[in-house]
């Protein structure tokens, strides 16, 4: 049996240009086409951009990734993500074999996430407002990852079942969450204004958001549906890099992360707390509250039951309502 054929890019094309081509036609995402292109860069600026990457081979890569670990000190995943960009591009783009690479390793380091008490929660939620409390209620709420709230769909709502549909998180996996009765209102008046605002974009001539390649083929108007429409959009239009259509995007989530960060500021914690410390804290109290770990890892879309484990290391624990099973005889 043949192997597959693969997509050869313009050889006229410089060498990050085709790198994206690649990228487009295998339809990986614009923030791993950026993050690529970058660690490909820093690779061919490490030899002083003096030689092509043809010229090279398993052990000039092995040499940056260890420098990586030794010299840059950088984590595990980061290493990790340098390699994958660098293998893709022999791989992918230049169609070469560099076989087994052997680095010297970043040492992997698990630390135990931070947690906040729930009272802790309640205060930086309450010194927060407008649709920034209401990310970050999705977050502690749900426990959305930060580009999963970000990239909300209207379509992922389903306010009749009390459901929020999470479509392609980490992995690729899709999970369903339960909407807080807490949130409803708030985000059911918000969803209303993002209908408005869409209905003015189309009155416009404008109205369109990105959707995946393969489904706007088979819907073409289905980018200017209101169920295709970010549940958090941005304040502008503007032009998709990409395709060159001008187009309303979903926020920055750099706007949710400062929001967080001053109002952890503003109510006197200490402790390192991001956005993402919501989701951690989502899992913590959900399973101080008694419910079952295997429901948590569905929860949080964990591939592995020991990745939802180390949430049992900082949990709160009272070891004085534990009972003997002796004294149950």
Known sequence: MEGKKKFKPDSNLKLLDQVREVLRYHHYAYRTEQTYCDWIKRFLKYYEMKRHPKEMGAAEVERYLSHLATEGKVAASTQRQALN??????????????GDITPVRSKKRRKPPTVLTQKEVQQILRSMEGTHRVMAQLLYGCGLRLME?????????DFGQGR???RGGKGGKDRTVVLPEALRAALADHVEKVKDLHGGDLREGFGEVYIPEALARKYPNACREIGWQYVFPSKGRSVDPRGGKTRRHHVKESGLQKAVKTAVCRVGITKRVGCHTLRHSYATHLLENGTNIRMVQELMGHKDVKTTEIYTHVMEKDIDAVKSPLDAL
């Open 85 to 98: 960009a660098i293998m893709f591009l022999y791989r992918e783009v230049l169609d070469i074999e560099l």
């Open 149 to 157: 709230c970000i990239r909300l769909r209207i379509q992922d709502l």
């Open 164 to 166: 929020i549909f999470v």
